[in-house]
């Protein structure tokens, strides 16, 4: 019913900039609070970022200032710009959206299938 499909990330090296971005399609009322989360080799996934309907962020304590979230309701999209990457930054970003279903009004989460973000030093 619904899709979420992540794109931008790659390889960079220490102190580059890359941008993510997470495009939700299907069968969409509405689009509420969407985030990115990551999750490093052996390490538990955390949040990196989420944002409102309303444009309300939020973000872990190990981007902010490094990273800026922010999307496009009229493309039921999400981004996230990240600057001074670090090789702690490492891991596999994962969009996840919370939506209201077409038909069933019904709201649920959803989750992408995973970028890949290295960083090299």
């Known amino acids: 019913q619904v899709q979420l499909v992540e794109s931008g990330g790659g390889l960079v090296q220490l102190g580059g900039s890359l941008r993510l971005s997470c495009a939700a399609s299907g069968s969409i009322a509405s689009t509420n609070a969407m985030g990115w989360y990551r999750q490093a080799p052996g390490k538990q996934r955390e949040l990196v970022a989420t944002i409102t309907s309303s444009g309300f962020t939020n973000y872990g304590d190990s981007v902010k200032g490094r990273f800026t979230i922010s999307r496009d309701n009229a493309k039921n999209t999400i981004y996230l710009e990240m600057n001074t990457l670090k090789p702690e930054d490492t891991a596999v970003y994962y969009c996840?959206?919370?939506?209201?279903?077409?038909?069933?009004?019904?709201?649920?989460?959803?989750w992408g299938q995973g970028t890949q973000v290295t960083v090299s030093s």
């Open positions: 996840k959206a919370s939506i209201r279903l077409l038909f069933t009004m019904s709201t649920q989460d959803y």
